[in-house]
């Protein structure tokens, strides 16, 4: 008997998984969820945007005049979440499955951990997306959708 034809490759796969991590966003416009992958193809984090210690004491506003009451002030990034949370010390060499392209912060502290490789979902509509491929590109982090 033939194993099944439609089962989930592991770029898929991980993909969904970095969704999935998403939904666990409170943020009421974006929704972002990254999951790291090591050479073996198991996860080693998981993560999604929220508040420092996913607390309900912030502000979920966006571009306010006030910069106190503006969210983008306060949130933690997926990417960032997933590279604090990982279950080992060393993840040089892993892949990081992403909902959106990282910004330029995200993409700095994943050229720092030494991860070799982004996959995102969709672009990110951020203002500092050229820097973070520039910032790729220097380090040898291959990227794609």
Partial sequence: MAGRSDYME??????E??????????????????CIVNRDKVVVSIGHN???KDSDGFFWAGKEENPYNNKLMYVVHAEMSAILKRTIADISGCTMYVTFFPCNECSKAIAETGIKEVVYYDDNPGE????????????????RR
Avoid: W
């Fill in 50 to 52: 929220h508040m420092p």
């Fill in 128 to 143: 500092y997306i050229q820097c973070s491929q520039i910032i790729f590109d220097r380090v040898g982090i291959q990227y």
């Fill in 10 to 15: 592991p770029n898929e796969y991980f993909m």
């Fill in 17 to 34: 998984v970095a969704k999935l991590a998403a939904k666990r966003s409170k943020d009421p416009k974006t929704q972002v969820g990254a």
